[in-house]
């Protein structure tokens, strides 16, 4: 697993990066990225190459765009963003393209989405989102369709959410969420479900969680979180059910963990980490432990 810069950094922003090894329980550092970046995406391409786009140096936004090559173990750039951003989504397709949407280039909230093809390493513009947005969530179904739910707009929370037709290149509006909500998780179940979690609304953080059903393109409720959070991390085990971790309920940060069910709806308390810590990131391995790195 490979772990890159892209945390809060106030001072500066870092280039470095690591690698663990499930085999060993050991971290190792690895080629420095071509440029520091932080708030950009990273992507496992088919090949299995990693692919980092977007983000900021703290000087500027980047357009820049970067692959890491696991047999050599070093970065290489490739084809620029036709947008620079950040708080983005980066999403990897059926087909081994990338589709990146929305974000912020530190002038306006954005709606351009653009694809990479790693065959040709270069980007071209799709179809414009609806909603121009950031800090949203962007899913692939099991149909191939991307599904993007939430974040905002500069101006308002958005409960709006849209799929994107790969087959077609086009964006179309999907039912909105039951609440409006930003900096929450949505994670694909078995089932070919969608479950979002948390987040907030600028009012409160939010303990509701509801599932997108793409056979009838609706959201229901269900079972709410024991804890309210914000900034978490949620990943769906090998065995169906949704680990969430961390956060923060806008007074504290959290070290508390909980599991959803989905053959029962609900969330069940488990063991708590051993540090509170929010914007980390959350890995399930190939043995099933899940690996939880980073954060503050």
Known sequence: MLV?????????????????????????????????????????LPDGKVLVTGGTNNVVVLNTAELYDPSTGSWTTTGNLNNARLFHTASVLPDGRVLVAGGNNNTAILNTAELYDSSTGSWTTTDNLNNARQFHTASVLADGRVLVTGG??????????????????????????????????ASVLADGKVLVTGGTNNVVVLSTAELYDPSTRSWT????????????????????????TGGEN??????????????????TTTGNMKYARELHTESVLSDGKVLVTGGG
């Open 152 to 185: 905002n707009n500069s101006t308002v929370i958005l409960n709006s959410t849209e799929l994107y037709d790969p087959s077609t290149g086009r964006w179309t509006t999907t039912d909105n969420l039951n609440n409006a909500r930003q900096f929450h998780t």
């Open 4 to 44: 890159t810069d892209r945390e809060k950094c106030l001072v500066e922003c870092l280039n470095t990066a690591e690698l663990y090894d499930p085999s060993t329980g050991r971290w190792t550092t690895t080629d420095n990225l071509t440029s520091a970046r932080q708030f950009h995406t990273a992507s496992v």
């Open 250 to 267: 806008d007074t504290t940060l959290l070290k508390s963990a909980q599991l959803y069910d989905p053959s029962t709806s609900k969330w």
């Open 221 to 244: 409720t269900t079972g709410n979180l024991n804890n309210a959070r914000k900034y978490h991390t949620a990943s769906v085990l090998t065995d169906g059910k949704v680990l969430v």
